[in-house]
């Protein structure tokens, strides 16, 4: 292997400085399966990701002299001084290929909900281990200032005066920072339209909602379920204004939004009875499938089911069902696909899990019996370690083959299948 293709490994002390350590590569991690970071396997760190110290954990480096690797705990330069992990979470459109390699101490708790990329130096700057899926822009961070978002919160005030779905996007757009609810305000794109404030799942890494964990939630959950006229109101000012145009139920800040039919089937009635353009979209665990072929014949044009997996012994476990089965999920993506819909999963990866060769195959066993339009391949937002343990009977016995290897097995195999990130308008699928 050559040295000069390796990157450099980056760590932190104490107070989150992050410095390289000479003499030592950075390393990936996919389950027990550990490698040197090379410039090949790893791009520029993407702009707008974040680097994160990882508490109570020691990092894993590759030692190029003894051509081993090493658990470090303490800085080479500093022998007094502990030094930790240092991770990426990476900006929207990139899939991890293998996450920050550590070792837990005894006492470490779960970390919180992001996913945790390699990551090291090389020449003058960050690399990361990702995959790019999606060139758009919908998220780009430069094109989302703070002051535009501002105004065009001003402007929907007057537009929109009593409309509490529009008052709770404020919030969502300058508290959390969320870029949905920040296009909204933009006139860009995708526009969220939160409404479920129940789920029928309890899964692992919920964003809006922990229970009986340490885990902090990333974001709140919405506490109303708005009318269909404030929905119909927000999606309608959005389609009014954006060329190719989408509306999503099914947000971070949001349950399950089958759950709330009982407001979008009207809402998107009062929408399609003001103009056939834009995309409904809906965002969902796909738990209820008869409640879903309401909303198609209501107007919905397409969906996306989450799924960490389509093997049931492996979804299960990651999501928690309440009330609905894994077959009924199954079942949701058939009745849109029957209904002639765009119908894409919404695939939550994480290294040393997804691209093991079971669940590799089981996924493209899948596609060949249900025709979806696209795959978007999301970063799992969860301790890896949890997860794997969680995953145990899927991460033993079968080979790691790469994040890589899957995504192109699936471009090979199904080339008709789209690969990204966001929701497509309709008039690009």
């Known amino acids: 292997m050559e040295k000069s293709n390796l990157l450099t490994a980056v760590v932190s002390n104490h107070n989150g400085e992050i410095f390289d350590l000479e ?7 996919a389950g027990t399966d550990l490698f040197p970071l090379t410039m090949a396997a790893t791009r520029k760190l993407p702009y707008g990701s974040e680097l994160m110290r990882l508490p109570d954990r020691l990092p894993i480096l590759y030692d190029i002299q003894s051509d081993g690797f090493e658990v470090v705990d303490k800085n080479p330069y500093q022998p007094d001084e502990d030094i930790f992990p240092v991770a990426a979470f990476n900006s929207p459109g990139h899939v991890v290929s293998s ?3 550590y070792r837990e101490k005894s006492h470490a708790g779960v970390l919180p909900l992001f996913s945790y990329g390699a ?4 020449g003058d ?4 281990a990702v995959i790019q899926v999606d060139r758009e ?64 799942a309890d899964c692992l890494g919920c964003l809006s909602l922990q229970t009986d964990t340490d885990i902090p939630c990333s974001q709140e ?14 999606a309608l000012e ?12 099914g947000q971070g800040c949001e349950g399950d939004p089958l759950l709330a039919a009982a407001v979008i089937e009207p809402a998107i009635r009062l929408i399609r009875a003001k103009t056939d353009r834009g995309t409904i979209n809906m965002n969902t665990n796909g738990g209820l499938p008869g409640v879903l072929k309401r909303l198609l014949d209501a107007g919905l044009d397409s969906i996306r089911v989450s799924m960490n997996s389509v093997r049931k012994d492996s979804y299960l476990p990651y999501f928690n069902p309440k009330g609905y089965a894994f077959e009924d999920v199954i079942r949701s993506i058939d009745v849109a696909l029957d209904n002639g819909r765009h ?29 979806i339009s696209m795959i978007q391949w999301r970063n799992l937002n969860y301790d890896p370690v949890s997860y794997w343990r969680a995953m145990r009977q899927d991460t033993q016995a079968e080979p790691v083959v790469g994040m890589q290897v899957v995504i192109d097995t699936i471009r090979d195999l199904f080339p008709d299948i789209k690969h990204g990130y966001f929701n497509p308008p309709k008039e690009n699928w």
């Open 23 to 29: 003499g030592y590569a950075a390393v990936g991690m």
């Open 125 to 128: 700057g960050f690399r990361s």
């Open 343 to 371: 119908v894409a999963i919404n695939y939550l990866n994480l290294p040393g899990f997804t691209d093991r060769a079971g669940q590799r195959d089981c996924l493209v066993a899948f596609v060949e019996d249900h025709p």
């Open 137 to 200: 822009r919908r998220q780009d961070l430069r094109l989302m200032k703070r002051e535009d978002v501002i105004r065009g919160i001003a402007l929907m005030r007057r537009k929109l005066p009593g409309n509490r779905l529009r008052k709770h996007l404020e919030n969502c757009a300058l508290e959390y920072g969320c870029p949905a609810g920040k296009n909204f305000f933009l006139g860009r794109y995708e526009a969220p339209l939160p409404t479920a404030k129940t789920c029928n």
């Open 99 to 101: 996450v920050s390699a």
């Open 119 to 122: 990551v090291g130096w090389h």
């Open 221 to 234: 959950r919405i506490r109303f379920t708005p009318d269909p006229e404030e929905i119909a109101g927000v």
């Open 238 to 249: 959005h389609i009014g204004r954006v060329k190719k145009s989408v509306v999503s139920f």
